[in-house]
């Protein structure tokens, strides 16, 4: 199963996912992230039970200069053969 994360806060302008590509990488967990015009960043994460919770973990403190409010987490059924970089939405 995967995961549907909105991360809140001030996660826009601070690198969050380009750290999140590489942190996906590191875990080898598959998918997408993308800012969102509200302000939030959204990403959906695939792969190993542990290597999501690891990514998940992560996104709720993000990289270095990010300040995470709240971390949305919703199952999904969707799988990808790599992780990208979505365009706003």
Avoid at 31 to 37: L, T
Avoid at 40 to 68: C, H, M, N
Avoid at 83 to 89: A, L
């Amino acid at each position: 199963m995967a995961r549907h994360l909105r991360i809140s806060g001030y996660v826009q302008g601070v690198g969050f996912r380009y750290s999140m590509a590489e942190e996906a990488e590191r875990l080898g967990v598959t998918g997408w992230v993308r800012n969102r015009r509200d302000g939030t960043v959204e990403a959906v994460l695939d792969g190993d039970p542990d290597a999501l919770e690891a990514i998940v973990a992560w996104a709720r403190q993000g990289p270095r200069g990010a300040q995470v409010s709240g971390v949305e987490v919703v199952e999904v059924a969707e799988s990808f053969p790599r992780f990208e970089m979505r365009p706003t939405q």
